[in-house]
């Protein structure tokens, strides 16, 4: 897969994480680079979510995908490329 980390909202997420939270956002994302899309979604260690009560505004679907044990990522698939939207570290709040 390709990550796609140049969506605004997402780079002001990337920014602001702490160390332990930024090293572990690199450590998954390298992962994540270095398997198919296939594979992303059998991944019980990503447990990538279809996020059914939100959509972008162009009605592209949003998944949330796990960082870590606590910590997920809002994304949206487009063709070989992981786009990140935002990253939560509070788990919960991908959702909102």
Not at 35 to 40: H, L, N
Not at 48 to 60: F, Q, V
């Amino acid at each position: 897969m390709k990550l796609d980390l140049n969506f605004p909202h997402f780079q002001q997420d990337l920014f602001s994480l702490s160390k332990t939270d930024l090293s572990t956002f690199i450590r998954t994302a390298k992962k994540i680079q270095k398997i198919d899309f296939s594979q992303v979604q059998q991944s019980s260690g990503l447990n990538l979510e279809k996020i059914r009560n939100m959509t972008t505004p162009s009605g592209k679907t949003l998944y949330s995908i796990r960082m870590s044990k606590s910590f997920r990522a809002v994304i949206m698939i487009e063709g070989d490329f992981i786009r990140f939207v935002s990253l939560h570290p509070e788990h919960d709040s991908a959702y909102t």
